[in-house]
């Protein structure tokens, strides 16, 4: 449902106050004005700033009483007032505090006041979020971000502003979906000045100031979808129904009866390719890439958060079809359970609302999210609905091993066939993709040191200087096998391969304290 039909409806419904979140004041004000006109009520528009205006049907503001710029005293006007009306309250969030307790006291008689006169008041702030004391009588409607038709709105206004040729191009239009149309505004506006027009040719431009102003939420990062799934060896039962599940983006899909995929989760041991998946699936689909960070959600301002994970799934949202990356998800939703007790319910209420909408979602955003420990994830992530399958990605294999080893010999521009794969994939069990790739990374520093061409003995010199996970964290990755075997799919078809068995005094690294003589321990002196 629009913004435009949830005020409507809400207004309908006998609302006397409504709040709108947005930073996009332009659509705000134009979604009240036809509010307005559409529920037959004169409407003004107050500030701090401007005081109170008097605003028709077209949009065009008239001064109404300039003085009236307390915001207590603007309310008592309202509410004392015998007229009916709209008010549309602008950037109130500097009021919306505990300590202004009067502000609140009054919006809470305004949205008691009886039907007749028809009064009703629209506050509008960037950033969700009301006080506890409005919470439950004041309800809140996100603007959702510009659709192609306010971007192509928003590129007319640009070209005949800075007197250029504009082409109503789709790919065009498409680069800036995702952006407010302040930000899309800018985002034309730039590409008109370097190239002194708006058509086809702006697209790589518009889509790097997109990039930029995505990254400088902090919360969302546009990912270069560079890799392959060739980067990536051995999974291949995840690979083939990655492979089915990007047939269902496609044309006729819909028709048939088949849902938009939800997403995957992946389950695993560090440094075995989860990651590496993520931005390959998003090559492979030609899908944009959006790297959530759900640590970086939390802002210390009250409402913040909650603000930051809307405008992230709202962006991901307006870009789809894309691939929505939350890597490390547990750490993300570390202290769900306590946090009532330590943060006053955000973190419960950031992670409801982004669980509640991977449930809901019906837009065409794939996610991928990656955990490493299970013991930190919630149970309602791991029910069927979230994501439609839960996968386990172990060591690789034998066989794996030297189709990565492969893989990363021909990134360094060797040929796979001068080295002795077999064996060095024999020598390196219980090693991790990423342990195999830092062993031909440093078998790459002692050959040019010794200033000869890499070679196997290189590699093998490198695996054997290595300790790998698997040893210091042995007991760690059984217990996840053992979970693994009955609530998750295995990626890859074969089993897992049995880790090396050997005397864990001898295997691990001693510490100092633990082979010093302390001289302190009575006796011990000579």
């Known amino acids: 449902m629009s913004t435009f039909n949830q005020l409507l409806h ?94 609140l006291r009054w919006l809470r008689e305004i949205a008691r006041l009886p039907g007749k006169p028809r009064k009703l008041i629209v506050l509008s702030t960037p ?135 939800k997403g995957v989760l992946l389950l695993g041991v560090q440094g075995c390719g989860k990651s590496l998946l993520a931005k390959a699936v ?66 419960a209420r950031v992670v409801g609302t982004l669980l509640t909408w991977m449930q809901e979602k019906t837009d065409p955003v794939f996610v991928v999210a990656t955990a490493n420990r299970i013991d930190m994830l919630p149970p309602e992530l791991l029910r069927k609905g979230r994501f439609d399958e839960i996968f386990f990605v172990d060591l690789p294999s034998r066989a794996v091993r030297e189709q990565i080893l492969s893989i990363h010999l021909k990134k360094k521009r060797r040929d796979p066939k001068d080295f002795a794969l077999a064996d060095l994939a024999t020598r390196s069990v219980g090693f991790s993709g990423a342990e195999l790739e830092e062993a031909v990374r440093e078998g790459l520093y002692d050959a040019f040191a010794e200033g000869r061409d890499l070679h196997s003995d290189h590699i093998a010199r490198a695996l054997h200087k290595t300790f790998p996970l698997s040893r210091t964290m042995h007991d760690q990755i059984d217990s996840l096998r053992k979970w693994a075997k009955v609530r998750a799919r295995l990626a890859a078809g074969e089993p897992p391969e049995a880790l090396p068995e050997e005397n864990p005094e001898a295997a691990a690294p001693r510490l100092r304290q633990e082979t010093t003589r302390n001289p302190f321990i009575p006796g011990a002196r000579p």
């Open 127 to 261: 950033m969700a979020g009301l006080p506890v004391d409005l919470r439950k009588e004041v309800p809140t409607v996100d603007l959702e971000l510009p659709g192609i038709e306010d971007l192509r709105v928003v590129l007319e206004d640009a070209a005949k502003a800075l007197g250029v040729r504009a082409s109503e191009d789709e790919p065009l239009l498409d680069a800036a979906r995702g952006l407010t149309v302040m930000e899309a505004r800018l985002a034309f506006g730039q590409a008109a000045a370097a190239l002194g027009r708006l058509d086809h040719s702006a697209v790589p431009l518009v889509a790097r100031e997109k990039e930029r102003i995505i990254k400088q939420s902090e919360v969302l990062e546009y990912y270069p979808t560079d890799a392959r799934m060739t980067d990536v060896g051995g999974l291949d039962q995840l690979k083939e129904w990655l492979d089915r599940r990007g047939r269902a983006f496609g044309a006729g899909a819909r028709d048939f009866g088949l849902d938009a995929p």
């Open 282 to 347: 998003a090559a492979t689909w030609q899908f944009p890439l959006l790297r959530f960070d759900l640590g970086k959600v939390f802002g210390g301002i009250v409402g913040q958060s909650e603000s930051n994970i809307r405008t992230a799934l709202q962006v991901a949202q307006a870009l789809a079809p894309c691939v929505l990356w939350i890597d490390e998800i547990e750490k993300g939703l570390a202290g769900m359970g306590s946090s009532d007790q330590t943060d006053g319910g955000t973190t």
């Open 10 to 103: 809400l207004s309908r419904a006998g609302a006397n106050v409504l709040h709108i979140a947005s930073y996009e004041w332009e659509r705000v004000r134009g979604c009240v004005i036809g509010l307005a006109k559409e529920i037959q009520l004169p409407l003004k528009v107050w500030s701090q700033s401007t005081g109170l205006l008097s605003c028709d049907e077209a949009g065009v503001v008239a001064p109404s009483n300039a003085d009236l710029i307390d915001p207590v005293e603007m309310l008592r006007t309202v509410h004392s007032s015998d007229e009916p009306g709209v008010w549309l309250l602008e950037d109130f969030q500097p009021f919306l505090r505990a300590e202004h307790h009067a502000l």
